[in-house]
């Protein structure tokens, strides 16, 4: 594969920090000195722990840049200062998080939350496709969530959030493709990354006020307790995730999705085994209000199958 140039958004931390590391120390990545690997996050004075991170690569085969995804202007001024406005590989990945009973969240915080996760991916999409399409040449590679497939309790707006994108790079995939454009949307579920302790964060200063009682109880008593045994279970690394977009971006036929945790493979194939909806709801129901039990042996299980394949796998 020759040199390609990829841009990658949010590399203040986690994911998008991973996958740029990672790519920059790819060998079709460093055989252009510089610029081959375009790590970009909305605030430069994040830009030390990439910096440690990114070690000899760093101006490189890695260069940092600001782009903030919530700002046409920052997004142009980022591609416009890059040789020929080019950009083969577009890694969308800043996103944020948000959970809680609905009641909890205000307007302007749930639309901000879609001016990132989903405009700011529209917002790139604008400025690099074009450029795509004119060369007939691209990969357009989303951060999406397994939550994108599945919507989860005290997630509805993030995950409404991760739908419009799955249905927004479904749409046009079409298209690109007529001009030799890929897209992938990267599916993860719980990933260990600063994204968790923030919304942990702000999950434990919620001010439940103006919620039911019930509605409260059932968020912290249930909810909290069991999502953070999820987390703790089956999280992947930030590494993993960075390994399997380095594979997708480098793969010849790159598949359209991708989920990067099989453990979630069953919860999404009953989505898709029942049309009208009821099966994935039901399942969810029995064993976050009857099955408890259950459902804290299933992860178990779970996470001994994960440690299985892992070991299998290397
Ligand atoms: N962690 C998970 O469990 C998980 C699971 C599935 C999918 N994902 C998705 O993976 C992606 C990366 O998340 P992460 O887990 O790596 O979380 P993270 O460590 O919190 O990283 C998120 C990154 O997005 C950046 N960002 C936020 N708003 C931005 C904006 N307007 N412009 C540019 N950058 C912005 C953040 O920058 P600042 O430092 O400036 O805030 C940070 O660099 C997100 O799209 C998330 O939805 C995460």
Not at 68 to 79: F, L
Not at 116 to 130: A, Y
Not at 176 to 184: D, N, P, Q, R, Y
Not at 233 to 250: D, H, K
């Given at each position: 594969m020759g040199t390609r140039r990829v841009l990658v958004t949010g590399c203040s931390s986690g994911i998008g920090m991973a996958v740029a590391v990672r790519l920059a120390k790819e060998k079709g990545f460093k055989v252009c000195l510089c610029e081959a690997v375009v790590a970009t996050m909305r605030d430069l004075e994040k830009r030390e722990p990439l910096e440690r991170v990114a070690g000899d690569t760093l101006n490189r085969s890695l260069e940092i840049r600001q782009l903030?995804?919530?700002?046409?202007?920052?997004?142009?001024?980022?591609?416009d200062s890059l040789q020929d406005r080019q950009v083969d590989v577009l890694v969308s990945n800043a996103g944020v998080g948000m959970i809680g009973p609905l009641e909890c969240q205000s307007m302007s915080d749930m639309q901000g939350l879609f001016d990132?996760?989903?405009?700011?991916?529209?917002?790139?999409?604008?400025?690099?496709?074009?450029d795509m399409k004119r060369r007939r040449s691209g990969h357009i590679v989303v951060m999406s969530s397994i939550m994108g497939i599945q919507g989860l309790l005290f997630n509805d707006v993030y995950?409404?959030?991760?739908?419009?994108?799955?249905?927004?790079?479904?749409?046009?995939?079409?298209?690109?493709?007529?001009?030799?454009?890929?897209?992938?949307?990267?599916?993860?579920?719980?990933?260990g990354t600063e994204f968790e302790r923030k919304v942990y964060e702000d999950a434990e200063k919620m001010d439940l006020a103006g919620v039911d009682e019930e509605t409260a109880r059932i968020f912290r008593e249930i909810y909290l307790p069991y999502s953070r045994k999820?987390?703790?279970?089956?999280?992947?690394?930030?590494?993993?995730?960075?390994?399997?977009?380095?594979?997708?971006?480098?793969a010849k036929e790159p598949p359209f999705r991708h989920q990067t945790n099989r453990v979630y493979m069953p919860m999404t194939a009953l989505k898709h085994a029942d049309p009208t909806g009821r099966l994935p709801l039901d399942t969810f129901y029995k064993l976050l209000f009857k099955h408890d039990s259950l459902f804290t042996a299933s992860l178990g299980l779970l996470r001994m199958l994960q440690k299985r394949a892992g070991k299998s796998s290397k």
């Open positions: 903030d995804a919530c700002c046409e202007d920052s997004i142009r001024e980022c591609v990132t996760n989903f405009f700011g991916l529209v917002r790139l999409v604008k400025e690099v496709l074009p995950s409404a959030s991760k739908f419009a994108v799955e249905g927004f790079c479904e749409s046009l995939a079409v298209q690109a493709m007529k001009f030799s454009v890929k897209m992938t949307l990267v599916e993860p579920g719980p990933v999820v987390f703790n279970s089956l999280a992947q690394t930030p590494e993993e995730i960075a390994e399997q977009t380095l594979q997708l971006i480098t």
